[in-house]
């Protein structure tokens, strides 16, 4: 099993930046791509970003592209979101999800992920 165990969530104001951490443990050599979803209330889980541990890979949700980015450090087993121009609607429920796919096309659909983190609450206030 991999454990993912997410950080750096909570209150910022419209404009501002917030980095998340997702750390890996367990059997990470059977992980070979990492995301970021988000889910606000009321509404369905959402893609923001992926990456593969090797780096070569970066998928971006279009929602995103241009304020967030995705980065790894491998010797930690970490995963990085940092989050800059935050609006209201970025608030949400952050999770991290590791999954064994290779294939890049599918990582925006969370039903490849089989491992998730409990999450991290991201408040951009107006």
């Known amino acids: 099993q991999v454990q993912l165990v997410e950080s750096g969530g909570g209150l910022v104001q419209a404009g501002g930046s917030l980095r998340l951490s997702c750390a890996a443990s367990?059997?990470?050599?059977?992980?070979?791509?990492m995301a970021w979803f988000r889910q606000a209330p009321g509404k369905e889980r959402e893609f923001g970003a992926a990456i593969t541990w090797s780096g070569g890979n970066i998928v971006y949700a279009d929602s995103v592209n241009g304020r967030f980015t995705i980065s790894r450090d491998n010797a930690k087993n970490t995963v990085y979101l940092q989050m800059n121009s935050l609006k209201p609607e970025d608030t949400a429920v952050y999770y991290c999800a590791s999954t064994p796919a290779r294939l890049t096309a599918t990582y925006r659909d969370y039903g490849v992920y089989n491992y998730w983190g409990q999450g991290t609450q991201v408040t951009v206030s107006s």
């Open positions: 367990g059997r990470t050599s059977s992980s070979y791509a």
